[in-house]
């Protein structure tokens, strides 16, 4: 009954060669969340989506990019991988309304290793 | 959104109650007191949430000081699968609010046999 999925559970990529990591939920959450989290360090916000809306974090590189299609599905690009960016990257949701206070929901995580 | 502080680690007899402090000083009056745990290689899962008001589910219970400023989440029977790093947020519901999280240290607890 696994809510918030996020495939595959790990990935191995070549230096410089796009990946894309996907999300899906079974929440019916309008927000969704993509962190990053290097090793032994706290999850760290690189984007979300409100609906449709795009948010950018102002320190998130422009190497990242995501696409949201549809309410149940989120995906995560990364346009020319470094070395640097290895880690487990986490997707969450959340409902939020007027004045919401609600938990975020998270996923597994896709731990992504970079050759 | 007001920043927390914990101790980096903690030990806990299996079988006994756990008791994490999280100290947030500077929290204001709509600021919301979350904890969420990660097990290893697992991502964070939502524990409980409080504002000012002692809370309490079925994992845990959630003690706010009366000035809010520290509060302390309680595992009442602390087994070896709550090891765990257990991170405190303090973050404020807005309009729209998109609430993101961000996440201190945490504190990592160690549920020893």
């Known amino acids: 009954d696994a809510m918030v999925i996020q495939n595959p559970r790990y990935q191995v990529t070549q230096f410089g060669k796009p990946v894309t990591l996907s999300c899906s939920q079974t929440?019916?959450?309008?927000?969704m969340y993509w962190y990053q989290q290097k090793s032994s360090q706290a999850p760290k916000l690189l984007f979300h989506y409100y609906d449709k809306d795009f948010n950018n974090e102002a320190d998130t590189p422009d190497n990242f990019q995501s696409r949201r299609p549809n309410t149940s599905f989120c995906f995560l690009d990364i346009r020319s991988p470094g070395l640097g960016d290895a880690a487990m990257y986490l997707c969450?949701?959340?409902?939020?309304?007027?004045?919401?206070?609600?938990?975020?929901?998270f996923g597994d995580g896709t731990r992504l290793s970079i050759l | 959104d007001a920043k927390t502080t914990q101790p980096p680690s903690m030990d806990c007899a299996e079988g006994r109650a756990a008791n994490l402090p999280c100290n947030h000083s500077t929290i204001s009056g709509n600021e919301y007191v979350y904890w969420y745990r990660q097990i290893h290689s697992q991502g964070p899962q939502y524990i409980i949430h409080?504002?000012?008001n002692n809370e309490t589910n079925e994992m845990a219970s959630l003690i706010i000081t009366e000035d809010r400023k520290s509060s302390t989440l309680i595992l009442p029977h602390a087994t070896l699968r709550d090891t765990a790093v257990y991170y405190c947020?303090?973050?404020?519901?807005?309009?729209?609010?998109?609430?993101?999280?961000?996440f201190g240290q945490g504190t990592t607890l160690q549920v020893k046999p």
């Open positions: 929440l019916n959450h309008n927000v």
């Open positions: 947020i303090v973050r404020a519901p807005r309009s729209g609010n998109t609430g993101k999280l961000i």
């Open positions: 409080g504002l000012k």
């Open positions: 969450a949701t959340s409902r939020a309304d007027g004045y919401s206070n609600q938990p975020q929901h």
